[in-house]
């Protein structure tokens, strides 16, 4: 079995498709496919030590999931099945998408409310990412002047998601055992 899980929300395709791109910079013993919450297990999750979370951001700064229109469930169903695991010993990284432009005042919002869910259950959090760079007004997931994990923007900044993905996979290597 893989050593990192890999499991994402979405809603137009765009957060499997960085997922991929991830999954591709690795051969399957050290990571295994994405997979989609919709049809993950809280014993999917709780099978590895290591995982990397991705979300869009929807609306107003929400979770993808049925309250927010999305065509299947996602994080917002899923996060109840596993509210009474325990997540400590466990390292988890997050990554997110927003529109910096078409939704300045909740820029990749999403980020802290998997940051909160998985910390509250003894997790450890990696991967902070610098603000620099980006055009927001304002975001819930920047916390000491850092986002709590990778940001990226396929609306505005697409020519800069493989440099950011690369850059973040090195910044998390030594906490995940990477080879990088």
Known sequence: MARIGLFFGSNTGNTRKVAKMIKKRFDDDTMADPLNVNRASAEDFAAYDYLILGTPTLGEGALPGLSVETDAESWEEFLPKI???????????????????????????????????????????????????????TSQAVVDDQF?????????????????????????????????
């Open 83 to 137: 509210d009474d695991l325990n997540f400590a010993g466990k390292t988890i990284a997050l990554f997110g998408l927003g529109d910096q432009a078409g939704y300045p005042n909740e820029f990749v919002d999403a980020l802290i409310e998997l940051h909160d869910f998985f910390s509250a259950r003894g997790a450890r959090i990696v991967g902070a990412w610098p603000i620099a760079g980006y055009d927001f007004n």
């Open 148 to 180: 709590v994990g990778l940001a990226l923007d396929l609306d505005n900044q697409a020519d800069q998601t493989a440099q950011r993905l690369d850059a973040w996979l090195k910044l998390i290597a030594a906490d995940f055992q990477l080879p990088l």
